[in-house]
């Protein structure tokens, strides 16, 4: 079965349109391998017809199904390390000792299935007292409704936890449901997950102290990385940081955000 040119070009467009995500020329092997099982879930005989049902019926289910296929959800437990690192011992101790009393927000923004919020869960259980672990709030949000139905159950699979998750933080945190491992209770309670678009309406959006936006940026284009770290800008309370992937950097984007490195990683600072 093939990808016309035609259809391709329709089905990028219409992910670009819905989430900003480019699939440029050369992807249709992505596209394919991504789509193949949407196929098969709605009974759709071909790319064409699956291109022709977009056409007569867009903002449908399928349109849905076919954005949530072609986003990448590739995450781990404490990812690239550094950033736990830097939040654990510059970020954090200097955020609650400038707010003595009162809350703060950290924004796992992209949170694809949860991996990366419930890090720090742990990381503020393990380094934290109860009172100052309680005075933080954390909310993950992602396009994708099926990640965030996983995230929200806090189930991971073997290979899932062998990723990145420390041995003693899954003997202490996870306990063991045939197959999969199952977070405790109390730390899934700590993150709230919410649907939210980047190009979309934000409704959803907390305002926060820390936002992580890790590995997302990547898929757009520069427009739209401008918008979604210009709106970020007006997300953060003053004297915040912005977090982005170890391959990431605010370089081609204007912004108020200074760059500080911190210990081995760097962080974007909103002045305060
Ligand atoms: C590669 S994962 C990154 C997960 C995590 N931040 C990390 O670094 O491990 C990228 C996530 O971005 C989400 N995403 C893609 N486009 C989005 C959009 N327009 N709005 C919100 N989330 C989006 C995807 O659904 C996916 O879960």
Redesign the pocket.
Known sequence: MTLAVSDFEHICRVVREE???VLEAGKEYLVEARLAPVLRERNLASYAELAAELRTKPRGPLTVAVVEAM??????FF?DVTPFEVLRTKVLPELFAARPNGPLTLW?A???SG??AYSVAMMLRENFDDASRARVEIIG????AK?LARAREGRYSQIEVNRGLPAAYLLRYFAKDGMHWVLREDVRRQVEFRA????GEWRGAPFADVI?L???LI?FDQPTRQRIVSRMERQLNRGGYLML?STESLQDVDTRFDRVELGRGVVYRLPG
Do not use: K
């Not at 986003?71 to 781990?76: C, G, P």
């Not at 949000?141 to 994708?144: G, N």
């Not at 939210?196 to 190009?199: E, I």
């Open positions: 989430s900003g995500i986003t990448t959800n590739e995450t781990t990812r796992s992209a949170c694809s991996q990366e949000t992602d396009i994708d990640v939210m678009n980047f190009v992580l890790r590995n997302v898929y992937g």
